[in-house]
């Protein structure tokens, strides 16, 4: 099982990092438009101020979280599919914001 732990954890670590970062926009989302609660500072435009300070956190907790998982059930020899199908459905969420952005 050594062999399908590097890229477990490759794959963990990309795809948890993208589960961050959507949880990271959502958090901020629901924080402003649905529960309409104020602002954490006096900014003005609060919500890049607060994604400045969640996005990284999250982000970061997000890829070790996925890693040490993928990695631990690679090890174990269970099956990686189920969580790879998760990591690339949030990537292909977060590259079709990027390139909504862009264009």
């Not at 979280?65 to 998760?86: N, P, S, T």
């Amino acid at each position: 099982m050594r062999g399908r732990a590097a890229p477990a954890g490759a794959a963990g670590l990309l795809g948890g990092a993208a589960l961050g970062l959507l949880a990271a926009l959502a958090f901020v989302y629901l924080w402003h438009n649905v529960l309409s609660l104020p602002p954490l500072s006096d900014d003005p435009k609060p919500g890049i101020a607060m994604l400045g300070g969640v996005v990284p956190i999250a982000t970061i907790a997000g890829a070790m979280a996925g890693a040490a998982d993928m990695i631990r059930r690679a090890r174990q020899g269970k099956a990686l599919r189920g969580r790879v199908m998760v990591f690339a459905a949030a990537l292909a969420l977060i590259l079709a914001g990027l390139i909504a952005i862009i264009s």
